[in-house]
């Protein structure tokens, strides 16, 4: 079954507003990641942070490995942050290879 | 500056075609790998290799070939192309057991018509 689920699927949010995007994962995992992905396609790699929070700028990442979750918080949208943000785990004894299993994505829109 | 670079951009192909996807990284990373990336599943790991001449088999290997040749490339293989294998292809890099430092190229569109 589905190892890593995202939620929501999509969100429509006014410029200014925050968002919260959730990731849960059913295995034990090694390792945790949030990637953004932009409209064109390309992925760019946000956060590595398989427990406790991160902060870069206006993104906040929080892994809790006994709950089995981990979040993105984006603080003050901007059109700019539209897009597609993917959470991927790498689970445990893989070796030391980052084999990641992805969500399939919360596709964030910021409108004006 | 470091990257992790794909070619081609976009392909077009035939049922029952060869191709052959490249990557190559300056990263000086041990690992590649490579993704495939379809509506509906997100990104789905075809195969992965810890240097040159090593391959490993990740969760959807069926169709596809891979070779690293050396350290900075990294190919993926369909020797006979499917309908099933048009999908956006990602290459990526990465030291192995860091995590942090997971570097993607820009994609391959492949059309198999």
């Known amino acids: 079954g589905q190892q890593v689920q995202q939620s929501p699927a999509s969100l429509v949010l006014q410029e200014g507003e925050n968002a919260e995007l959730q990731c849960n994962f059913s295995?034990?995992?090694?390792?945790m990641q949030w990637f953004y992905q932009r409209p064109e396609g390309s992925l760019v790699s946000l956060f590595y942070n398989p427990s406790g929070t991160k902060q870069s700028g206006r993104l906040t990442s929080t892994t809790v490995i006994k709950e089995r979750r981990s979040s993105l918080h984006i603080s003050s949208s901007q059109i700019t942050d539209s897009g597609t943000y993917l959470c991927a785990m790498a689970p445990m004894n893989t070796g030391g290879a980052d084999r990641l299993t992805f969500g399939k994505g919360t596709q964030l829109i910021i409108q004006p | 500056e470091a990257a992790v670079t794909q070619s081609p951009r976009n392909k077009v192909t035939v049922t029952g075609g060869n191709v052959t996807l490249s990557c190559r990284q300056t990263n000086s990373h041990n690992y590649m790998y490579w993704y495939r990336q379809d509506t509906g599943h997100g990104l789905r790991l075809i195969h992965y290799?810890?240097?040159?001449?090593?391959?490993q088999i990740g969760d959807v290997p069926d169709g596809y070939k891979a070779t690293r040749t050396t350290q900075e490339d990294f190919f993926l293989l369909l020797e006979l192309a499917s309908p099933s294998q048009t999908s956006l292809y990602f290459c990526?890099?990465?030291?192995?057991?860091?995590?942090?430092?997971?570097?993607f190229g820009s994609g391959t569109r492949l059309l198999v018509i």
């Open positions: 290799s810890y240097g040159a001449g090593n391959l």
């Open positions: 990526a890099s990465s030291w192995g057991g860091r995590g942090s430092d997971y570097t």
């Open positions: 295995t034990s995992l090694n390792s």
